[in-house]
Protein backbone atom coordinates (compact mmCIF):
# COMPACT_ATOMS: atom_id res chain seq x y z
CA UNK A 1 0.00 0.00 0.00
CA UNK A 2 2.76 2.47 0.63
CA UNK A 3 4.02 1.85 -2.58
CA UNK A 4 1.08 2.67 -3.80
CA UNK A 5 0.59 5.84 -2.33
CA UNK A 6 4.06 6.99 -2.62
CA UNK A 7 3.06 6.38 -6.79
CA UNK A 8 0.18 8.61 -6.15
CA UNK A 9 2.06 11.39 -4.16
CA UNK A 10 4.83 11.25 -7.22
CA UNK A 11 2.24 11.97 -9.61
CA UNK A 12 0.24 14.61 -7.79
CA UNK A 13 3.21 16.15 -7.47
CA UNK A 14 4.16 15.99 -11.24
CA UNK A 15 0.76 17.15 -12.23
CA UNK A 16 0.76 19.70 -9.86
CA UNK A 17 3.79 21.37 -11.33
CA UNK A 18 3.33 20.77 -14.86
CA UNK A 19 0.38 23.00 -14.19
CA UNK A 20 1.91 25.58 -11.57
CA UNK A 21 5.09 26.14 -13.49
CA UNK A 22 5.01 25.03 -16.91
CA UNK A 23 2.45 26.42 -18.93
CA UNK A 24 1.80 29.75 -16.91
CA UNK A 25 1.45 32.67 -19.13
CA UNK A 26 -0.14 36.27 -19.12
CA UNK A 27 -3.61 34.99 -20.16
CA UNK A 28 -3.79 32.00 -18.64
CA UNK A 29 -2.82 34.17 -15.28
CA UNK A 30 -5.57 36.64 -15.79
CA UNK A 31 -8.58 33.91 -16.80
CA UNK A 32 -7.43 31.65 -14.17
CA UNK A 33 -7.18 34.21 -10.99
CA UNK A 34 -10.97 35.13 -12.74
CA UNK A 35 -12.07 31.80 -12.87
CA UNK A 36 -11.27 30.71 -9.47
CA UNK A 37 -13.86 32.92 -7.93
CA UNK A 38 -16.45 30.99 -9.32
CA UNK A 39 -16.28 28.11 -6.65
CA UNK A 40 -15.54 31.02 -3.88
CA UNK A 41 -18.14 31.18 -0.73
CA UNK A 42 -18.28 35.04 -1.79
CA UNK A 43 -19.62 34.06 -5.28
CA UNK A 44 -21.41 30.29 -4.64
CA UNK A 45 -23.41 32.53 -1.73
CA UNK A 46 -24.44 35.78 -3.59
CA UNK A 47 -25.78 33.41 -6.78
CA UNK A 48 -27.63 31.03 -4.71
CA UNK A 49 -29.42 34.01 -3.07
CA UNK A 50 -30.13 35.58 -6.04
CA UNK A 51 -32.00 32.49 -6.91
CA UNK A 52 -33.77 31.98 -3.86
CA UNK A 53 -34.97 35.44 -3.61
CA UNK A 54 -35.83 35.76 -7.67
CA UNK A 55 -39.83 36.16 -8.78
CA UNK A 56 -40.20 32.79 -10.11
CA UNK A 57 -41.28 29.82 -7.97
CA UNK A 58 -39.23 27.39 -9.91
CA UNK A 59 -36.00 29.45 -9.88
CA UNK A 60 -36.00 30.06 -6.26
CA UNK A 61 -36.64 26.16 -5.72
CA UNK A 62 -33.29 25.74 -7.49
CA UNK A 63 -31.80 28.48 -5.49
CA UNK A 64 -33.29 26.48 -2.18
CA UNK A 65 -31.25 22.84 -3.98
CA UNK A 66 -28.21 24.72 -4.67
CA UNK A 67 -28.32 26.02 -1.01
CA UNK A 68 -29.00 23.03 0.47
CA UNK A 69 -26.22 20.91 -1.43
CA UNK A 70 -23.67 24.11 -0.83
CA UNK A 71 -24.26 23.99 2.98
CA UNK A 72 -23.78 20.11 3.07
CA UNK A 73 -20.50 20.09 1.10
CA UNK A 74 -19.18 23.19 2.98
CA UNK A 75 -19.76 20.93 6.57
CA UNK A 76 -17.89 17.82 5.22
CA UNK A 77 -14.95 19.74 3.12
CA UNK A 78 -14.30 21.62 6.59
CA UNK A 79 -14.62 18.85 8.47
CA UNK A 80 -11.99 17.12 6.17
CA UNK A 81 -9.91 19.71 5.71
CA UNK A 82 -9.13 19.89 9.94
CA UNK A 83 -9.34 16.34 9.97
CA UNK A 84 -6.57 15.80 7.34
CA UNK A 85 -4.79 18.56 7.91
CA UNK A 86 -2.75 18.60 4.75
CA UNK A 87 -0.81 21.90 3.77
CA UNK A 88 -0.97 23.54 0.64
CA UNK A 89 1.32 23.56 -1.67
CA UNK A 90 3.57 27.00 -1.27
CA UNK A 91 3.71 26.30 2.45
CA UNK A 92 5.45 22.97 1.47
CA UNK A 93 7.19 23.84 -1.10
CA UNK A 94 9.48 27.29 -1.04
CA UNK A 95 9.59 27.35 -4.79
CA UNK A 96 5.99 27.81 -4.96
CA UNK A 97 4.73 31.74 -5.68
CA UNK A 98 0.59 31.40 -4.68
CA UNK A 99 -1.42 33.60 -6.55
CA UNK A 100 -4.03 35.07 -4.37
CA UNK A 101 -3.24 32.60 -1.37
CA UNK A 102 -6.67 31.83 0.96
CA UNK A 103 -6.39 32.12 4.43
CA UNK A 104 -6.58 28.80 5.30
CA UNK A 105 -3.42 26.74 5.05
CA UNK A 106 -5.36 23.23 4.41
CA UNK A 107 -5.43 21.99 1.10
CA UNK A 108 -7.39 18.53 1.17
CA UNK A 109 -9.87 18.66 -0.25
CA UNK A 110 -10.73 21.76 -2.60
CA UNK A 111 -13.77 23.60 -1.05
CA UNK A 112 -13.90 25.52 -4.22
CA UNK A 113 -13.96 22.93 -6.91
CA UNK A 114 -16.40 21.12 -4.04
CA UNK A 115 -18.27 24.39 -4.29
CA UNK A 116 -18.34 24.60 -8.26
CA UNK A 117 -18.99 20.71 -8.95
CA UNK A 118 -21.86 21.43 -6.18
CA UNK A 119 -23.69 24.12 -8.00
CA UNK A 120 -22.69 22.35 -11.62
CA UNK A 121 -24.69 19.53 -10.36
CA UNK A 122 -27.39 21.53 -9.29
CA UNK A 123 -27.71 23.51 -12.69
CA UNK A 124 -27.29 20.64 -15.10
CA UNK A 125 -30.08 18.98 -13.34
CA UNK A 126 -32.30 21.82 -13.89
CA UNK A 127 -30.81 22.94 -17.04
CA UNK A 128 -29.84 19.31 -18.73
CA UNK A 129 -28.77 21.67 -22.06
CA UNK A 130 -26.21 23.54 -20.69
CA UNK A 131 -25.07 20.96 -18.82
CA UNK A 132 -21.55 20.91 -20.51
CA UNK A 133 -20.91 24.60 -19.66
CA UNK A 134 -21.57 23.91 -16.04
CA UNK A 135 -19.19 20.64 -15.44
CA UNK A 136 -16.91 22.46 -17.86
CA UNK A 137 -16.97 25.92 -15.47
CA UNK A 138 -16.47 23.37 -12.87
CA UNK A 139 -13.63 22.12 -14.11
CA UNK A 140 -12.21 25.17 -14.83
CA UNK A 141 -12.12 25.89 -11.21
CA UNK A 142 -10.08 22.84 -10.27
CA UNK A 143 -7.75 23.66 -12.47
CA UNK A 144 -6.91 26.96 -11.76
CA UNK A 145 -6.79 25.95 -8.05
CA UNK A 146 -4.03 24.05 -8.92
CA UNK A 147 -2.46 26.80 -11.39
CA UNK A 148 -2.34 29.24 -8.62
CA UNK A 149 -0.61 26.89 -6.76
CA UNK A 150 -3.22 26.69 -3.59
CA UNK A 151 -4.11 22.93 -4.21
CA UNK A 152 -3.04 19.37 -5.72
CA UNK A 153 -5.06 17.82 -8.30
CA UNK A 154 -5.59 15.21 -5.96
CA UNK A 155 -7.03 18.03 -3.59
CA UNK A 156 -9.87 19.00 -6.95
CA UNK A 157 -10.31 15.53 -7.90
CA UNK A 158 -11.62 14.63 -3.95
CA UNK A 159 -13.65 18.27 -3.88
CA UNK A 160 -15.21 17.30 -7.53
CA UNK A 161 -15.80 13.37 -6.17
CA UNK A 162 -17.19 14.86 -2.91
CA UNK A 163 -20.03 17.24 -4.55
CA UNK A 164 -21.09 14.63 -6.66
CA UNK A 165 -21.62 11.99 -4.04
CA UNK A 166 -22.88 14.41 -1.66
CA UNK A 167 -25.31 15.98 -4.35
CA UNK A 168 -26.46 13.04 -5.57
CA UNK A 169 -27.64 11.38 -2.36
CA UNK A 170 -29.32 14.32 -1.82
CA UNK A 171 -31.19 14.18 -4.65
CA UNK A 172 -31.73 10.59 -4.34
CA UNK A 173 -33.57 10.83 -0.78
CA UNK A 174 -35.68 14.01 -1.79
CA UNK A 175 -34.07 16.32 0.02
CA UNK A 176 -33.41 18.89 -2.78
Known amino acids: MNAIGGLV ?5 SLFYL ?8 FL ?35 TK ?8 VLIVQFIKR ?5 RP ?3 FSDIIPINPPN ?12 AFSMAIILSKNFPPHSLVFITLAIMVGLSRIYLGVHYPTDTIIGATLAF ?7 MVGLI
Open 90 to 92: YIT
Open 29 to 63: DFLMKNITHLGSTTFTTLLSLFLFFYPKEEVRLIG
Open 165 to 171: IASNLLI
Open 19 to 26: FNRKIHCD
Open 9 to 13: RKGDI
Open 104 to 115: CSYSFPSGHTCA
Open 66 to 73: MMISLLTT
Open 83 to 87: TVNRP
